[in-house]
């Protein structure tokens, strides 16, 4: 009997990162374990479309993010495995939660302020980008959704949606939770104030190979100010902690404490614990970017499922509401 419902996805807007998948994957492939789960996973092709983006990159980022799924351990048999543009009730129900959310509660969302900083021209998606992030979670009546320390505002709006929609029409539908074994943020190797991004030599992707992560690493900023522990040396023990021993941890942090620590000892360890740990990983990534067919049918498998849940959903949204 499953009695929980998990729901998780990531944009089809580049490469993942090791911030996507310490923060999301890997917290997804435990909850795939368990017996009591009904997982959907999905890209989250439309969200891609949020930043700039041409339309050859939006379809080769959504296969490689498909290939990384799959290769990491998402397992189609287990979980329902599918693109968020292939169910189109995402898409309508997004609609009408955009009819019930005030515009002030989208302006004050962080990663909206962010972003919209950093383009030339932010589009409407990217305000409303929240809104169908709760119609990606609600239309599968979520009861969880585990995701990385920056999108914990998000879920809460989606928890907030809820609610009012509930409250306002008769409940349909519970509030999800954020799921988290422990609040993650892994930050940029070259600004790490900032979160780690999917853009340039700031971040380690799942895919690198160890000298590429050696040639990214030795770039990584561990200046300290003012005496204050430097962001970015913690950055790369957070990394230690979650990829090497925990002899390493303690090593290194020994060396901390005489104020003998060595950046290039650390950072070689580094590179090679995380090279070796995706060795396999990579290979099935290859592999399986050479089976396009194949991904497709998965894909399309994994679309027909969500579409049936997603469709009750909806009709019962529309009987809610007085849609005909
Ligand atoms: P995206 O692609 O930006 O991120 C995918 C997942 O990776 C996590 N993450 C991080 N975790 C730790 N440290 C980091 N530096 C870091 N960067 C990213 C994110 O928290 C996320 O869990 N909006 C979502 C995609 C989405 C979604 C959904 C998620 C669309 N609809 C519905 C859950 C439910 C996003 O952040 O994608």
């Keep these: 009997m499953k009695s929980e419902t998990i729901v998780?996805?990531?944009r089809a807007s580049g490469k993942l990162h090791i911030g996507n998948y310490l923060g999301a994957l890997k917290q997804w492939l435990e909850l795939q374990k368990k017996e009591t789960t009904q997982c959907y996973f999905f890209i989250a092709d439309l969200h891609g479309m949020t930043t700039s983006f041409n339309p050859k990159e939006l379809?080769?980022?959504?296969?490689?993010v498909a290939a990384t799924y799959l290769a990491a351990g998402i397992d189609p048999k287990k979980s329902i495995f599918f693109l968020q543009n292939h169910v189109l009730e995402h898409a309508t129900l997004s609609w009408v939660f955009n009819c019930l959310t005030p515009l002030g509660e989208l302006y004050r969302m962080t990663q909206f302020k962010d972003k919209a900083q950093s383009e030339d021209q932010a589009n409407s998606g990217l305000l409303t980008y929240p809104i169908l992030m709760a119609a990606d979670?609600?239309?599968y009546k979520a009861t969880a959704v585990p995701v990385g320390d920056d999108q914990t505002q998000h879920i809460e709006l989606a928890r907030t949606v809820a609610r009012k929609f509930n409250n306002r029409f008769g409940k349909i539908f519970?509030?999800?939770?954020?799921?988290?074994?422990?609040?993650l943020r892994i930050m940029s190797l070259t600004d790490p104030e900032k979160k780690m991004s999917k853009t340039g030599d700031e971040a380690l992707l799942m895919d690198d190979e160890p000298k590429e992560i050696m040639r990214k690493l030795k770039k990584a900023v561990t200046a300290t100010e003012g005496g204050k522990k430097s962001p970015g040396v913690e950055n790369l023990f957070l990394l230690l902690?979650?990829?090497?021993t925990k002899e390493q941890t303690d090593y290194f942090r020994g060396q901390q404490k005489n104020d003998s620590l060595k950046f290039s000892e650390l950072k070689?360890?580094?590179?090679?614990?995380?090279?070796?740990y995706f060795v396999e990983y990579r290979e099935k990534k290859q592999e399986l970017l050479g089976k396009k067919e194949y991904l497709a049918e998965v894909l399309a498998d994994g679309a027909n499922r969500a579409?049936?849940?997603?469709?009750?959903?909806?009709?019962?949204?529309?009987?809610?509401i007085g849609l005909l």
């Design 8 to 10: 998780s996805g990531a």
């Design 241 to 244: 902690e979650h990829f090497g």
């Design 174 to 183: 519970p509030e999800p939770q954020t799921y988290m074994r422990k609040p």
């Design 59 to 64: 379809s080769s980022n959504t296969l490689d």
């Design 137 to 139: 979670i609600l239309i």
């Design 268 to 276: 070689e360890i580094l590179a090679r614990d995380i090279g070796n």
């Design 307 to 320: 579409h049936k849940v997603a469709a009750q959903t909806l009709f019962e949204v529309k009987q809610k």
